[in-house]
Each structure stands twice: as structure tokens, then as C-alpha cells.
């Protein structure tokens, strides 16, 4: 391959299935265990198995992949682990959709029988997401790609709960848990989602027995009919003499007691608070403490119970309606206020969530969450940014315990087993044949796991344990987790503790916190918005370098990112510029590797981009090192477009065509050759973490070393060869260049027509710069030059400026038409004061800056400061016309 055979326009579609292919038929991922390597490893937060690429893990394994080729490149024994997570709720809620299109439920077919039809499903569909991935340019390993359920993960579940069980951390109790009434399961608190909604805080008298009443405020009339007592608190001296006093609950007659508790706000409301144990998680801790009934009258299709009595079967909005209808004709509704409350949902279908009383499997998080704190403060681990250390620190301070049981058939089956003889409780890693009672008519716990808890062991349980493998005595604790915000809860922090309490060592050294991505208005994308976005759709569109190079400029650790099309574009445009450029360099260079250049042949030019390329290897590798991939992205951007493509290939181009065979011209195109195809090949280098379909593609066709740029050297600062001289005198001829050029563009001088430029330069260092190297500037600035120490009298009709030290003139006579110009100029200007006398007039209008919204006033505002400046510059080109 050379430049001759590149196409004229890059084609994404040509070059990626291509490489993708060959790196994967070439192992060029896979790593073994090597001791006399250092390893490198990141483990993927393990998309669900029902899932399809969106921008989410487009942006998180994109981060990944970069770090990953980056180390790689840096010579360490790199491993990205891959895997999908099982998704308990969502997957069986999949197949329990295409059950109901036949007309059959799970219980139709039975939990084996049903299992078997999920795998199936997971069979057909669940690689999915993996494939997307390859589309994306993930470098991971896929022979050693894992799946929370499969053996080995599987084992290790086991493992854990048996384990914790046998150290006191696992336990089964009744408790107030979060139901989703859909999904027909208890999820965990940190899998609710609280949604500000409009409610009503509805005033109810309760009558005391005896005589009077006392008036309670409630959001849930509903769950009155389970209350057992009605709180205030103990100082509270508007109840003080109420307490122990007998209430009549409204509608059911129940008899209840006033009792007195600190957990009661006077506050809120009237400062009485119904006690409802058995739906509501702070009732249920007052009950406890107070000795009181549980009453269930929700059941788990949130549908009143028989203890609602003559509301049984009823939804239980439904069942509010008629509550407060019923209170109303009793004259013991007081009032009704409007609100605003946070309201729970269940973060996979959005149900309202309903808090129900059950029996469920708990981990006792103190004593896990001790260690945890320790690390975090001792700086065993650290959060990038540092800032999401307080966040987890504060939530794994305040940590409650941890529901672990699911009532799903699709996940880890709690391996609990009880006797049907004797009551006996089996906790076991296998399952049981029979009984210390010597019965065998044992029967599994029919709940699963949550799947977080699985996920919570992915660092060591993807490495083998509980076995002692060569992998997991390599590659744990890995080096760093990249993950987004919004599952620091859900999984940072339970592999964390699960790590130190089963390894003994932190997970994962450092924490790569990145934010979500964003609509371009700044909202989350959402089926229910339909503002989501294909990145599949994009890379088929795009290429999926222009997608991952967008999802990283400008990106922040931490930070959120907007998803604006104009950006994407900016990243194909970027995609096309290295390729014309390559195309170019490619072209000139030949088959054969050129021969490294003597020091004292190379031109200012050349020391100056080497130079320049010297400060960008320095800067990306540190940026990279910080966890800045956006600014490291930035800087290959600014360098490669601007310095690499826009100055140094235009200043080479004499050099490559000049015709002239003699020995010196020879050996300058030689010494051009060479410096152009260091660069090029050390910017593709340092870009194919970012962008490694079309870095592939063009440095394979350069001459090389190596099967594929993946396992080139990453390119190593030498400070030795920066040239602060050569990028001193660089710099101020090229700002002279440009003031030429702008004067050029200002003034519509035809881009075929030569200048005649006077540079005024009283100091003698920077005459020698110009006349050392006149054909840059005469080249680039399309003009005549003329360098003067000082001028004897100004040029007439002349444009000015003043860059590098120096003053610039261009005459302005014969290099375009004068009166046309001046008059063009005159009629712009007397239609710029126009409009800046109508928005002057505008706002000195008293009446428009009263009545007129404040963003209105702020626009004409701008716009006055527009014009002016416009209309001054259009002043300032007539007077130098007019001489």
C-alpha cells in the first residue's frame, strides 16, 4: 500500500470491518500472563445482555478503549476484560413480553421450563451488544469475554453468599422493602428513582375515643386502613396531653393509641403522624420500637388486601379516590393542600414504587462498609475527580442494609434450601441431598439475587476466583475503573467492599468518574423524549472514529457532555483532513523508509514542527496520565490541523515539487521526506487510541516496523530535541504571515494576486529572520517582500498592521480596484448605520425597555456592540482607501 492507491476521500465503510477483523483474527487484544511485563487492566462495567449500544457506553468505552491502546502502546501487558451482566428484571421481563404476544405467562410454562426459554433468548439476542462494540473499535479481550451467570461467575455468587452468611453478614427478616407493583419484585433503595411531583396533603380528623378528635396530614389516605397509631412528639406541648389518649380510626373503627416519638416533625403537617408499620419504612421503625401490629391492606399488584375490608380489590388509586370521597360526606376531611413531593419509581419501568412488608434476604453493610471508608480515606483508591470521593464516603457512612432477594425465576437462585421435614434452614455452596434430619424432601429458596450483587464480584470473579488462577494472581487489584456517575452507588462501591472483603485488596486503584451524555438541550436521552440517539446509526453515517473523536473533545472528568451533530460533523471533517494530508505526505514519500536527516541540514521549519511535535508527545502523555483525554484530544487536534497540516505541509510543498536536481535540492527533499514521515507517523501514533480505524489504514502504509500501529512503541518525550529558538523565530514569522493574509482578506484582494508586503523591522535580529526566510511569508502570504529597518516616508493607500515585532504595509494601488472598493465600502457603511441607528433608537426608547422581556432587551444590546465594531472596521478600510 502507498498514496498512490488511497482514494480520494476517505470511506469509513472500507476501513474498518477490515481492521477490526484483522486485529481480531490476530489475537492483537488477547493477554497472557507475563511476569516480566507490567500489567495493565480494566474490567467493562458489563452491559445488560438485553441491551443495544447507546451513547452511554459509547462515551464509557470509548474512555476505556483509549486508556487501554494507550498502555498497550506503552508497552504494558494490557487487558480490557469484557462481559454482559444477566439484567434479572429486565431480561425476564423480555421474555415474559414475547410469552404474552402467545398468549402464556411464565406459570403457564413453569420455572424450568421458562429458564430454558430465557437462555434461548440470551442465545439469540444476547451477543448483541458485543457486536456493537467491535462496530465501535473496542480493543477487549475477547477470549476471555465473560457473562454473570455463566459457571465460573456463578460459582463465585455462590461462594459470596455462602461465605457472608457463615461471617454473620447475611440474614432473613421481615422488613419494610421497595415493591415494584410491575415487575412483581423488591429492588434496592438506590434503584428508586424520586420524581418531584403535584400531590395533595389531605387533613383527616381522627376521633378520639371519649370525645374531640385529632387531626392528622397524610399525602396516602390510602394506607390509613393499615395504621395502628397516630405519633407526635414528646415535647410537642399541643399533644402532650393526648398521649396514651385511645383514637377511632375514620371508615375501619379500629381502636389506637397516641403514643410519643422523636422521629415525629411538628413541624409538618399538624405534627400527628399516622403509623402505618406495614407501608412505610419510618412506621415500621417507630412500630418496632413501640411494640405495635403490622396491617397489610396493599398487596404485591398494589390492589387492597382483606384486611382493607370493604375496599378489598380495589387499585389502590382507585381505592384513595374513594377514601377521601367517603371522608368528605363524613365531615372528617378537613382540608385539602396542593403539594409538591418526591416520588419513588421503579428505575426500570417506572411504576410508582409501593413500600411493602415482607420477608427478604438482607447484608448487614456496617462491618463491609467500615474497610471501605478506610481505603477511600487512606488512599488505598481515588476518584478522578476527586470531588465523587465525598459522595461515596457520604453515602457509605450513612449506608443502610442491603436487600439482596428478588422475587424473579431469571438470575442467581439463593442457594438456601429448607426441609419440608424438620424446618431446617441449608446454606450451601452445592445443593444438598438431604437433611441432618436424614430427610431429603428439600426444597431452593425461590427467590434470586439481586443482580448487583453478581456485578459486585465482576473485578475478581471475571480472574477466576474462587479458584487461585495464574490470571487472578496477575491482573488483581486492576488499575482503573472507568464508570459512569450515576453507578457509584449502584456498583463502584459494591465492588469495593466486596474486594477488600474477599480479596484483601482494594478492586481497582483509581476511579475514572465520567458524566452522562446529553441532548443538546441538556436532557437525558430517553425512549419516552425520543431524543436518543444510534451510535450505530452514527458510525454508519460517520465512521466510528468521528463518533468516538466528538465523544471526547471537550469532554471533562466528571462532567456532563452535550451531543450537538455540528460537533460530529467538526470530527468527520477532522477524519478527512488527516487523510488528505496523509494522501499528500504518502504521495511524496515513496516505498522506502526515508534516511534520517542531519541536524545541520534540517530548515527552520523542520526544526520547529519537530519541535512542536516534541511538546505535543509531552503533553498528551501527561493529559493521558491525569485522566484529561479531552484536553489530550484537543491538543493532537490543534496540532495536526493547525501546525502539521495548515503550516508545515503548505511550507514543505516547494521543496517536494521543485525540480531542480542538483545534489543540495536532492538532499533537501530528502531531509523534507524524512521529517514529514517522522511526524506524520509519530501524530498517528499518538492519536490511534482516539481514532484507530484510519490511524491503522495510514500507518500501514508507511514504511515500518510491526504488524499494526496497536503494538508500535507510544512515542516518548526527549526534551533534547525541543528548539525553543526554531518555535520563537516560527512563531513570529507566522504571525506575520497572517497579518499579511488578513489585510488580503479584509481589504478583497483577489487570492491569485500577488502582494506587495513592507516589512518594517527596526530590530536587526528580526530583518535577518525575514531575509533568512523570505519564501515562507512570500509563499504563504502571497506576496512581494521588502524588509526595511525603518521607513523614510508611508506608502500611500496602504493597509497596516503591526505583528512579531514589526509593521506591515501592503499598498493597496494596482492590487485592486480602488473606486469599486470604495464604494462597495461606502454603501456597506451607510447600511450598518441604518441598523445601528434603529437599534440605538430602540434602546433609547424608554417604553421598549419597561414593557420588553429582559432577553429581548439583552439581544438588541448585543447587537448594538456587533454593529458598532463592523460598522467601525468598514470606517477604518475607507479612510486607508480614501488615503
Known amino acids: 500500500m502507498s498514496g498512490f492507491d488511497m482514494p480520494t476521500t476517505y470511506d469509513p465503510r472500507a476501513v474498518e470491518d477490515k481492521w477490526y477483523r484483522y486485529w481480531e483474527e490476530g489475537k492483537f487484544f488477547h493477554a497472557k500472563v507475563d511476569a516480566a511485563r507490567k500489567p495493565f487492566c480494566i474490567v467493562m462495567p458489563p452491559p445488560n445482555v438485553t441491551g443495544q449500544l447507546h451513547m452511554g457506553h459509547a462515551l464509557d468505552n470509548t474512555l476505556q478503549d483509549i486508556l487501554t491502546r494507550w498502555r498497550r502502546m506503552q508497552g504494558y501487558n494490557a487487558l480490557w476484560m469484557p462481559g454482559t451482566d444477566h439484567a434479572g428484571i429486565a431480561t425476564q421481563a423480555k421474555v415474559e413480553e414475547q410469552l404474552a404476544k402467545e398468549g402464556l405467562t411464565k406459570f403457564d410454562l413453569g420455572r424450568e421450563k421458562f429458564l430454558a426459554r430465557v437462555w434461548a433468548w440470551k442465545e439469540q439476542y444476547g451477543g448483541r451488544i458485543t457486536h456493537q462494540l467491535r462496530r465501535l473499535g473496542a480493543s477487549c479481550d475477547w477470549d476471555r469475554e465473560r457473562f454473570t451467570m455463566d459457571e465460573g461467575c456463578s460459582a463465585a455468587v455462590r461462594e459470596v453468599f455462602v461465605r457472608l452468611y457463615e461471617q454473620g453478614l447475611i440474614y432473613r427478616d421481615y422488613y419494610i422493602t421497595n415493591w415494584c407493583p410491575r415487575c412483581h419484585t423488591t429492588i434496592s433503595d438506590i434503584e428508586v428513582e424520586h420524581q418531584d411531583q403535584p400531590g395533595q396533603l389531605y387533613y383527616v380528623r381522627y376521633p378520639v375515643k371519649g370525645g374531640g378528635s385529632l387531626t392528622v396530614a397524610t399525602t396516602r389516605p390510602e394506607t390509613m386502613l393499615g395504621d395502628v397509631a397516630v405519633a407526635v412528639h414528646p415535647e410537642d406541648e399541643r399533644y402532650r396531653h393526648l398521649v396514651g389518649k385511645t383514637l377511632i380510626l375514620p371508615l375501619v373503627g379500629r381502636e389506637m393509641p397516641v403514643i410519643a416519638d422523636e422521629y415525629v416533625d411538628p413541624a409538618f403537617g399538624t405534627g400527628a403522624v399516622k403509623i402505618t408499620p406495614a407501608h412505610d419504612p419510618n412506621d415500621f421503625e417507630v412500630g418496632r420500637r413501640h411494640n405495635l401490629p403490622q396491617v397489610k391492606v396493599i398487596d404485591q399488584d398494589a390492589r387492597m388486601t382483606d384486611e382493607a375490608g370493604e375496599y378489598k380489590g380495589m387499585d389502590r388509586w382507585e381505592c384513595r379516590k374513594q377514601i377521601v370521597r367517603e371522608l368528605k360526606a363524613q365531615g372528617l376531611l378537613e382540608k385539602v393542600e396542593d403539594i409538591g413531593h418526591a416520588v419513588g419509581h421503579c428505575y426500570r419501568c417506572r411504576t410508582v414504587i409501593e413500600p411493602m412488608l415482607s420477608r427478604q434476604w438482607f447484608v448487614r453493610m456496617k462491618p463491609l462498609a467500615g474497610p471501605a471508608i478506610r481505603a477511600a480515606r487512606e488512599g488505598e483508591l481515588r476518584f478522578v475527580p476527586e470531588r465523587f470521593s465525598k459522595i461515596y464516603l457520604n453515602w457509605m457512612e450513612n449506608i443502610r442494609d442491603w436487600c439482596i432477594s428478588r422475587q424473579l425465576w431469571w438470575g442467581h437462585r439463593i442457594p438456601v434450601w429448607y426441609c419440608r421435614d424438620c424446618g431446617e434452614m441449608i446454606v450451601s455452596r452445592q445443593a444438598p441431598q438431604q437433611c441432618r434430619c436424614g430427610g431429603s424432601r428439600l426444597e431452593q429458596d425461590p427467590d434470586v439475587l439481586d443482580t448487583w450483587f453478581s456485578s459486585a464480584l465482576w473485578p475478581f470473579s471475571t480472574l477466576g476466583w474462587p479458584e487461585k488462577t495464574p490470571e487472578l494472581d496477575y491482573f488483581y487489584p486492576t488499575s482503573v475503573l472507568v464508570t459512569g456517575r450515576d453507578i457509584i452507588f449502584f456498583w463502584v462501591a459494591r465492588m469495593i467492599f466486596s474486594g477488600l472483603n474477599f480479596m484483601n485488596a482494594v478492586p481497582f486503584r483509581e476511579i475514572f468518574i465520567h458524566g452522562l451524555v446529553l441532548d443538546a438541550l441538556g436532557r437525558k436521552m430517553s425512549k419516552s423524549l425520543g431524543n436518543g440517539v444510534d451510535p450505530i446509526d452514527i458510525i454508519e453515517s460517520h465512521g466510528a472514529d468521528s463518533l468516538r473523536f466528538m465523544l471526547i473533545t471537550g469532554n471533562t472528568p466528571g462532567n456532563d457532555l452535550r451531543f450537538h451533530f455540528e460537533r460530529l460533523d467538526g470530527a468527520r471533517n477532522f477524519a478527512n483532513k488527516i487523510w488528505n494530508a496523509s494522501r499528500f505526505a504518502l504521495m511524496n514519500l515513496g516505498d522506502d523508509q526515508p534516511e534520517a536527516a542531519p541536524d545541520e541540514a534540517l530548515t527552520l521549519a523542520d526544526r520547529w514542527i519537530l519541535s512542536r511535535y516534541q511538546a505535543v508527545v509531552r503533553d498528551v502523555t501527561a493529559y493521558l496520565e491525569a485522566y484529561e483525554l479531552g484536553e489530550a484530544a484537543r491538543v493532537l487536534y490543534e496540532f495536526i490541523w493547525n501546525e502539521f497540516c495548515d503550516w508545515y ?121 525575514a531575509v533568512a526566510w523570505p519564501g515562507y511569508i512570500e509563499g504563504l502570504a502571497a506576496c512581494r517582500l521588502q524588509v526595511l529597518p525603518a521607513l523614510a516616508e508611508r506608502p500611500a493607500q496602504a493597509a497596516h498592521a503591526v505583528a512579531g515585532g514589526a509593521e506591515i504595509f501592503v499598498p493597496l494601488k494596482g492590487l485592486i480596484d480602488l473606486d469599486r472598493e470604495t464604494a462597495r465600502l461606502e454603501k456597506e457603511l451607510a447600511v450598518l448605520g441604518k441598523d445601528l441607528a434603529r437599534v440605538r433608537g430602540k434602546l433609547g426608547n424608554a417604553a421598549f425597555l419597561s414593557k420588553a422581556p429582559a432577553a429581548v432587551v439583552e439581544k438588541e444590546r448585543a447587537k448594538e456592540t456587533e454593529l458598532a465594531v463592523k460598522y467601525g472596521a468598514v470606517e477604518k478600510r475607507l479612510s486607508i482607501l480614501r488615503g
Not at 501524530?683 to 482516539?690: C, D, K, S
Not at 495510514?698 to 510491526?706: D, N, S, V
Not at 514569522?733 to 497572517?738: G, T
Request: net charge positive; hydrophobic share 45%; no cysteine.
Open 649 to 769: 505541509i503548505e511550507l514543505v510543498k516547494p521543496r517536494l515539487y521543485a525540480r531542480d536536481e542538483s545534489p543540495a535540492a536532492r538532499q533537501d527533499r530528502a531531509v523534507a521526506r524524512d521529517v514529514l514521515s517522522r511526524v506524520l507517523r509519530g501524530a498517528m501514533e499518538l492519536l490511534h487510541p482516539f481514532m484507530p480505524f484510519i490511524t491503522e489504514e495510514i500507518w500501514q502504509r508507511l514504511p515500518r516496523r510491526g504488524p499494526t500501529i496497536m503494538l508500535a512503541p507510544w512515542p516518548v518525550y526527549r526534551a533534547e530535541q525541543r528548539d525553543q529558538t526554531a518555535e520563537a523565530e516560527m512563531e513570529t514569522l507566522m504571525e506575520i504571515i497572517r497579518a499579511i493574509r488578513h489585510i488580503r482578506n479584509e481589504m478583497n484582494v483577489p487570492p491569485g494576486k500577488k502582494a506587495d508586503a513592507v516589512l518594517v523591522a527596526p530590530q536587526e535580529n528580526l530583518r535577518r529572520l
